[in-house]
Structures are given as structure tokens and as C-alpha cells.
């Protein structure tokens, strides 16, 4: 018996084991993809040190292997500088491929690999050695380790410029030479993100620093808040990780909340940082900024029902008055034998209470107006 395949056919079975052969060879190599996952942990991630020209220091870097399969780490060089964005993240540059950036030819570290058991912690030593030349301010590099060899030597001129990219992460060295350096930063803003906030509330303040010297700056301070009657009501801290700010940049800071549940009015905000290495360290001594912010706090939320059942009840106290006011005038009448009489008061302009009751309407109508104004503007 002979059975006749079309080439549609032929076509759709080889479709499909073309699939069935791709879904089982992913299946088999899973385990082996899944093994090969590489982790490299460093710590610490930053050296920060004063030195003196000429000075020479050892220093060591904890690494280790959080894989679960043995690994070869290369140790390879880079430099940095300030990155364009306001994150203050480093931007890693190849060693002499920039004018002013060399710290990574100061640095002396092993160029072979190094073996790694799995998960296993090893100390690693290097030398900085600072030229005797080096005119003080701020200078920028990094050790890192990876995956893939350098692909030229360590001990050439550029050393560690050639590294392949690979698995790596590595330890940032910001090293301010001692001398007459110039420290400057500025406040270049101080802002909320909202001009208003209702209730419950969350207040993001975002600080741009700027600065303007030769050396890194590590500014720290306070956010102090007042509310409308100059009372210290609450203090947010700045920069607890302290986040450098390298020469000529810019960074933004803006993880420091202040929240609560309830508040009301105008707030202030008054920022003060503190900045600067003390002249033993070869500094400037310690320097000061300040800035301030006026923030509004309305419970829109809460006011609004609040003036709204003032209003109601208001109105019909008025309502009430007036109904037993006339209950009353009905009774003395039939009381006094009056009763088929008509009683008419006098127009004598709009009553007192009626009065009242406009004015207050007028106020209700303004006072939603403005929060419905503010409302639209602020938070739609």
C-alpha cells in the first residue's frame, strides 16, 4: 500500500521536526547553560585616599567567585571620568586615550590569570605608586576583573586598554593629591517635585550639585522643614551614601522623601550641606551651602466635606429657625383670637439670617472655586 504525501504536506512535517528538533536541543543543553553562569563579587567597590606626590600605597581587593563551577579572573585597568547624565555614575574610559586621565598607569597588579574554585574568596594586592610630578587635585581610575584576558600586556604603555569585554566589575580609586587644590561646589537647584500636595503626602526633593573645583567633593547635610509658624518639624538626611561629585559635573540628588499623613499650609524647606577636605588633609577646610524651598500642604480632600456640611448645616439651622419663628407668630395669633387673619410681615429688606446665609454661599462658592483651581492645576 502506498501512501501519497503532497508537497504541502511534506512541507508541514518539516516544519515541524525542524521545531521539535530546536525545542529538544534547548532542553538538553539547558543544564550546561544553566551551569555556566558566572558571578564576579568585589569588595570594596571604591578606595578613596589623600596622598602626597611620590607616595606609594598598597592596597587589596576581596574577590570572589559566586559561581558554582571553577573560573579564570583577569585583572585589567581603566580610567574614568564624570558621565554627561546627573546619576553619578562613573564613565570608563581606556587608559591614555584621554589628556588627564592616567591614574591606571600608576597602578601595578598581577597580568595572569587567576584561578577561582567555585564560590571561592581570594584577596588580591596591587601597588599605586604616585609620580613625584603629580600636581595636586583629583584623579580617577579603576581595577577591574573579568572573564577574557587582556589582549595586551599589562606592563606596555596603555596598559589593560585592550580588554575584552566578557563578565566583568571592579573597583573604582578616587585618590586627591595633596597641594593647593580647588574645592567649589554650588547649589545649582533646590526644588520639590509638586507645588502642592494633598494629604497623605510624599515629598521628593531633587538637589543639583555642581562642581566647580579639580577635586571630587563628597557633599552631606540636612533638609530641615518648618511649617507656617516657623516650628522644626522634621529633618530629612542628604547624601547618608556618600556619592562623590567629580570635577566639573554636575549630580542630582534626589532620594530624600518626607512623608506623614497629615499636614496644612505653607512649609519650608531649608537645605544645608557641608563640603570640603580639612587643611592637614591638604584642603581647603570644610565649606558650607544653603538653599531654600516653600512648599503647600492642602487636605483638599478632608477641607471640602468639612465646608460643605458647615454649609448644610448652617443653611438648615437657618431653615429651622424660621420655620418655628412662624410656628410661633401662628400660635400667638390663634391665642389671641387672630387665627383667620392673615399674617403678613413687612418687607423690610433681606433678614439678618438670610443675609447670613448669602454671604456664606458666596464664601462657598469662592472658597470651591480656588481649591477646584488648585486641584485642576496642581493634580489633574
Not at 504536506?9 to 515541524?16: D, E, Q, S, T, V
Not at 574610559?93 to 571561592?120: C, K, V
Request: charged residues 20%; neutral net charge.
Amino acid at each position: 500500500m502506498v501512501i501519497l504525501v503532497s508537497p504541502k504536506m511534506k512541507k508541514k512535517y518539516f516544519y515541524f521536526l525542524t521545531f521539535f528538533c530546536a525545542v529538544f536541543l534547548c532542553l538538553i543543553n539547558y543544564p550546561v547553560l544553566a551551569a555556566s553562569g558566572l558571578g564576579i563579587g568585589v569588595s570594596p567597590v571604591k578606595i578613596e585616599d589623600v596622598v602626597d606626590p611620590g607616595q606609594v600605597l598598597q592596597k587589596e581587593i576581596r574577590v570572589t567567585n559566586n559561581s558554582s563551577s571553577a573560573i579564570t579572573f583577569y585583572a585589567y585597568l581603566k580610567d574614568f571620568k564624570a558621565s554627561e547624565d546627573e546619576n553619578g555614575a562613573p564613565k570608563v574610559i581606556a587608559p591614555g586615550s584621554e589628556e588627564g586621565y592616567f591614574l591606571a598607569s600608576w597602578i601595578d597588579i598581577t597580568a595572569e590569570g587567576i584561578e577561582f574554585g567555585p564560590n571561592e574568596e581570594k584577596t588580591i594586592s596591587f601597588t599605586i605608586n604616585v609620580p613625584p610630578e603629580t600636581g595636586p587635585g583629583g584623579y580617577y581610575g579603576g581595577v577591574y576583573f573579568g572573564t577574557e584576558p587582556p589582549q595586551i600586556h599589562l606592563d606596555e604603555e596603555e596598559k589593560g586598554a585592550g580588554m575584552a569585554i566578557g563578565q566583568q566589575t571592579g573597583c573604582l580609586v578616587l585618590l586627591q593629591v595633596k597641594g593647593a587644590v580647588y574645592e567649589e561646589a554650588r547649589i545649582r537647584e533646590f526644588n520639590t517635585d509638586k507645588e502642592l500636595y494633598n494629604t497623605p503626602f510624599e515629598v521628593k526633593f531633587i538637589t543639583r550639585i555642581e562642581n566647580l573645583g579639580n577635586v571630587h567633593v563628597k557633599p552631606y547635610g540636612a533638609i530641615t522643614i518648618e511649617n507656617m509658624f516657623g516650628k522644626e518639624i522634621a529633618v530629612v538626611r542628604v547624601n547618608e551614601k556618600g556619592g562623590n561629585i567629580l570635577p566639573k559635573s554636575i549630580r542630582k540628588f534626589e532620594d530624600e522623601f518626607w512623608k506623614d499623613t497629615m499636614g496644612f499650609g505653607r512649609y519650608k524647606a531649608k537645605l544645608g550641606l557641608v563640603y570640603g577636605t580639612s587643611p592637614d588633609m591638604g584642603g581647603q577646610g570644610k565649606q558650607s551651602i544653603f538653599s531654600e524651598k516653600y512648599f503647600w500642604i492642602f487636605p483638599w480632600k478632608i477641607i471640602m466635606p468639612i465646608i460643605l456640611g458647615l454649609v448644610f448645616f448652617t443653611g438648615l439651622m437657618f431653615l429651622l429657625l424660621k420655620l418655628y419663628k412662624n410656628k410661633a407668630v401662628r400660635k400667638a395669633m390663634e391665642q389671641a383670637g387672630l387665627g383667620q387673619v392673615r399674617y403678613v410681615q413687612q418687607y423690610q429688606g433681606p433678614s439678618p439670617a438670610l443675609h447670613l446665609t448669602m454671604i456664606l454661599l458666596i464664601v462657598f462658592i469662592v472658597l470651591f472655586l480656588i481649591v477646584a483651581s488648585l486641584y485642576f492645576f496642581f493634580f489633574a
